[in-house]
Structure formats: C-alpha cells, structure tokens
C-alpha cells in the first residue's frame, strides 16, 4: 500500500517551453503534497508544499510562477516548470503523506520514483 | 536552524562486511528521524524510522538505526551487506513543528566490494 505514482518517468523538453509533472497518490487520499529538486550527486532540496484546495507554499528562493503547483483533488498534485531552461534541469520527485487525521504529522512519507527533466 | 548532517560522501564496504553510516542532526526538540534509501534514478524508499520509545528501530532489509540523544545521533548499521545494498542512503528529520516537513542530509553513497 500507500504508493505514489509520478509521471513522467523522464521528459526532454526545449527551452522556452512549459512541463507538467504529476503525482498521484494511488490507494490514499494526500491533503499534503511535496515537491523536491535534486541535483546530480546531491541531496533531496525541498521546493515547495502542495496543499490540496489552497495555495501552495514555497520554500524561500523557489519561484512560484516559475514552478507552479496545483493540487486539484486529494490524490493529485501538479508541478509546472513554466519557460523551461537548461538550468531547470534536474530531477524532481514528489511525496505524499497519507492523511489519517490529527496524529497524522507521524507517518512517514512516500516518495514518488521522480521525474528526470533535461532542457535543450 | 535544523540540519542534518551526514558525513561520510562515499564509503565502500566489502559484500558480507558490517556497516554503518553516520547521521548527525541540530534540532531543538526531540525529533522525527528517518533513513530513506535511492537507487540510481529512483525514489525513495523508507528503511525505518523513529519517533519515541525504544531508542534501536529495526527497519527493513536487515537495517537498524540507533537514537542517541546525548551524541545527536542516528546511525544506521546492518550485519552483513549484500551487493543489492549498492545505492544512495538519506538521513532525514522530520518537523514537527512544521507538519511533514522532512529535512534530508547530503546523503551517503554506498558501494559494495565483491
């Protein structure tokens, strides 16, 4: 159980142009979502809060109309790379916590297998 | 500010030897710490956690983790290593304080010596 799907896997996109990436929460509802870049060799960076029915909240230096979240319904996150450029390249994953009520906060969270964005 | 900290980039160890890798946290509180494991082009996957009570958690796989409060610690360590231990190790702080935000370490890469 608690498994989250993230599409794509991989995606090759020009500069210029936008790039959705989802992830679904599969057998749980999420009212929480988040959303993490990773470079090569380094650590998971944390960009932002995806919160179903309202407004995302994003870590301090990441650009909310640059990367635009949209949590629709409470198994689907969206992440939007808005006028991609080859620095956006990177791989992003998200993760989702399965929403069992107030004592919630303790359960662990359950990571997508990520997307790999290369810009050309 | 919390950090977690994870200082060893890149440790070897031969297949059937014992390991550890190192995870030391800054938290003012006591705090939720988990170990996640990454395959090359993979998510994460969680190995164990711990939130309270007994202070050695058994995860998956063979792994345990030790809470040491006094050294700030949580180290993880398993018997014997298989190849298939081959991959990226993250030890991560939970925040309470902050829902689930997670807090991870720069990660330590293991590779196994056959």
């Known amino acids: 159980g608690a498994v989250v799907s993230q599409h794509p896997s991989w995606v090759i996109c020009k500069s210029g142009t936008s790039v959705k990436i989802e992830c679904r929460s599969l057998d749980f509802q999420a009212t929480t979502m988040f959303w993490y870049r990773q470079f090569p060799k380094q650590s998971l960076m944390l960009m932002a809060t995806?919160?179903?029915?309202?407004?995302?909240?994003?870590e301090q230096g990441v650009e909310k109309d640059k990367f635009l979240i949209n949590h629709a319904s409470l198994t689907l996150s969206t992440l939007t790379v808005t006028s991609a450029h080859p620095e956006d390249s990177s791989f992003y994953i998200c993760?989702?916590?399965?929403?069992?009520?107030?004592?919630?906060?303790?359960?662990?969270?359950?990571f997508g297998n990520g997307t790999r964005l290369t810009v050309t | 500010a919390q950090s977690v900290t994870q200082p060893d980039i890149h440790i070897t160890v031969s297949e059937g030897a014992s390991l550890e890798l190192r995870c030391n946290y800054s938290?003012?509180?006591?705090?939720?710490l988990f170990w996640y494991v990454q395959s090359p082009g993979q998510g994460l996957q969680l190995l164990l956690k711990y939130f309270s009570g007994d202070t050695l958690v058994q995860g998956i796989k063979g792994f345990e983790a030790e809470f040491k409060r006094s050294q700030s610690s949580f180290n993880l360590r398993k018997p014997s290593v298989h190849w298939s231990d081959a991959a990226e190790y993250f030890c991560?702080?939970?925040?309470?304080?902050?829902?689930?935000?997670?807090?991870f370490g720069s990660g330590t890469r293991l590779s196994i010596r056959p």
């Open positions: 991560a702080v939970g925040l309470y304080s902050s829902a689930s935000k997670i807090i």
């Open positions: 995806s919160n179903e029915g309202s407004k995302a909240t994003y």
């Open positions: 993760s989702a916590r399965p929403h069992t009520g107030p004592s919630s906060y303790n359960s662990p969270l359950h």
């Open positions: 938290y003012g509180a006591t705090p939720y």
